[in-house]
């Protein structure tokens, strides 16, 4: 199963509203990212969480990590139309060298 | 004008044939990554490399070989051996193993 898992799968909301994200993993990281990509397009980072913070803020993002149960959440505040994407978060665990492993994702559609 | 850039945009393969897929990068990153993604899915490792003349197996790496001769450079060959190739294939790099990755625009394989 993966590593890293999106919920829900699908979001619809109007703009204005905030939407939520939330992403479960099953072992032990060292960072976690969040990754938007629109259709067709290559991903763009949005942020990352070493695992020792527990939350994180730009623009209207906002990220938290509780590793103790190895969850986190990507909360987009005042939601736009542009802001219509998939998002994805991405883990990165020691393995060998590092390795990212990205979740299915969580498609958001921002109605106007 | 610094990126990662991805060559072609679409490309045709026939039965039988290798195809080679280009990545470049001038973001003097150490680290490459191929990933493949498939209609509503999340991205599947395929192949990353550390450093120069030096990479390692993703979890989806049979069919498919790379090189990593120079920093700049990871280019892809999805061989005959790959039975179902057709998909969206994004290149990513970063500073060093574990950091953010950034992407290209991605190449679309489809098979005639």
């Known amino acids: 199963s993966q590593q890293g898992e999106e919920d829900p799968q699908a979001l619809s909301i109007q703009e204005g509203e905030n939407a939520t994200m939330n992403c479960s993993y099953k072992t032990s990281i060292n960072n976690l990212q969040w990754y938007r990509q629109n259709s067709g397009r290559g991903l763009v980072h949005l942020i990352l969480?070493?695992?020792?913070?527990r939350e994180k803020h730009s623009g209207r993002l906002r990220v938290t990590l509780d590793t103790s149960k190895k969850s986190s959440s990507l909360l987009i505040t005042a939601s736009r139309a542009a802001d219509t994407a998939s998002y994805f978060c991405?883990?990165?665990?020691?393995?060998?060298?590092?390795?990212?492993?990205f979740g299915a994702g969580t498609r958001l559609f921002v109605k106007a | 004008d610094g990126g990662i850039t991805q060559s072609p945009k679409y490309l045709f393969r026939k039965e039988g044939q290798n195809v080679t897929l280009s990545c470049e990068q001038n973001l003097n990153h150490d680290a490459m990554y191929w990933y493949r993604q498939d209609p509503g899915q999340g991205l599947r490792l395929i192949y990353y490399s550390q450093i120069v003349n030096d990479f390692q197996k993703g979890d989806i790496a049979e069919g498919y070989s790379v090189s990593r001769e120079k920093k700049e450079s990871f280019p892809l060959t999805v061989t005959s051996a790959q039975k179902n190739p057709t998909a969206f294939y994004l290149c990513?790099?970063?500073?060093?193993?574990?950091?953010?990755?950034?992407f290209g625009p991605g190449t679309r394989l489809l098979v005639l």
């Open positions: 991405a883990t990165d665990i020691l393995a060998g060298g590092f390795k990212t492993i």
């Open positions: 969480i070493r695992s020792n913070e």
């Open positions: 990513a790099s970063s500073r060093t193993g574990g950091e953010t990755q950034y």
